[in-house]
């Protein structure tokens, strides 16, 4: 009978691959031989220097598939002298399996890439199961899931359903899935006014307190009382800036950054509205011109509580014992560009430790979440 694929020790062998990204390490070169070996179609979806792999079982074009999604790029390291273990070395110690990656998100896919290796010889579907992997999650992310998905719409590929393996679970193993994520802008402004002396003040025009004020009055601002499935939005004051190292003069421009995680009363259109609106009354006021640029990392999307995510939780729960809150908080993830192509999910194990100094992960997490996908796939398919 053929062995199980066991997940962790597939976790260690990841860790082993330096994927800082957008550094490729490796990663996706051993999950392709695993799944090709498994019977998967792969192919190399590799665009502006970023790596990706597409792997299908099944049918082109079936009328049900199932995919996961997920990334082997991880974060750099940080101060290696830091670390108790090697960062790139996937230990185990004590119950943790430790490492770069480890729980974000190496783990997840480690676990999604067994389960679906299993279900497909052990029970083969009617139907497709996908795994659309990127490096470059922990970048710009321009060219990762997003070319993945461009890819899949090129080539007549497509998911019925799709869950994000990201952890999702703040202290417990089971206790929270993601139906949806908040959206993501940075406004940047600068402020001009003109140079002068700052004895003589009336010979300048000042941007600072101009731009001061604009940042004050947005703060003030409260943009809602959240929505049925979103907190409320908010809005943070990142940086003022002048670069100017002399006390006695007046500086001719100050820029300034604002954050911006918005629920889905809003848009980033319509922010940026607002954003506009308020800059030009202020340099209206003050005769300090300001000028503003955005840059939208994703907008906010919601998968409303149905069929995926009673799958998902019926099987979080028969395998923790732990029924997941439906959850929309956190930062963005790739599920916002899945969200276009189909319904999406997002769930994984405790992301307590990641991106910190001694990333680990408890080595029990990753064979419950391997059992988990597991069952979600019997489930779906059954």
Request: include cysteine.
């Amino acid at each position: 009978m053929t062995q199980p694929t066991d997940p962790v020790a597939l976790t260690a062998e990841l860790i082993r691959c330096p994927s800082v990204t957008p550094a490729e390490g490796g990663a996706l070169a051993l999950l392709e031989e695993r799944l090709s070996a498994a019977g998967f179609d792969c192919t190399r979806v590799d665009r502006g220097g970023v790596a990706n792999l597409f792997a299908r079982w099944g049918a082109r074009g079936a009328a049900k598939s199932f995919g996961f999604n997920g990334h082997t790029d991880v974060v750099p390291v940080g101060d290696a002298a830091a670390w108790t273990a090697d960062p790139f070395g996937g230990a185990q110690k004590d119950g943790f399996l430790w490492g770069r990656g480890s729980t974000d998100m190496k783990s997840g896919v480690a676990a999604f890439a067994a389960a679906a290796i299993d279900f497909v010889r052990d029970t083969p579907p009617e139907g497709a199961v996908i795994l659309a992997i990127t490096g470059d999650e922990e970048g710009d992310a321009t060219d990762g899931t997003v070319a993945l998905l461009d890819w899949m719409e090129r080539n007549g590929e497509a998911m019925s359903a799709c869950l994000v393996g990201e952890p999702t679970c703040p202290e417990r193993m089971g206790e929270m899935m993601k139906i949806g994520r908040r959206g993501s802008m940075t406004a940047y402004f600068t402020a001009t006014g003109v140079q002068g002396h700052s004895a003589y003040p009336h010979r300048a025009k000042n941007p600072v307190p101009a731009l001061a004020r604009l940042m004050a009055q947005l703060d003030a601002h409260v943009l809602d009382d959240g929505t049925e499935h979103f907190d409320p939005s908010t809005l943070a004051v990142t940086t003022i800036d002048t670069g100017n190292p002399a006390n006695n003069v007046i500086p001719a421009q100050c820029r300034a950054t604002v954050n911006i995680r918005f629920n889905d009363a809003h848009s980033s259109a319509s922010l940026t509205e607002w954003l506009r609106r308020e800059a030009d009354k202020v340099a209206w006021d003050s005769g300090i011109e300001i000028a503003m640029q955005t840059k939208v990392s994703g907008e906010s999307f919601l998968t409303p509580p149905g069929p995926l995510s009673d799958l998902v939780a019926r099987a979080v729960e028969a395998e923790t014992g732990v029924s997941p809150v439906l959850s929309t908080s956190g930062g963005t993830s790739d599920a916002r560009f899945v969200k276009d192509h189909c319904p999406v999910v997002e769930f994984g194990l405790v992301g307590k430790t990641m991106h910190q100094v001694d990333e680990c992960v408890e080595v029990a997490q990753i064979v419950q979440l391997k059992a988990i996908y597991a069952r979600i796939l019997r489930e779906y398919f059954a």
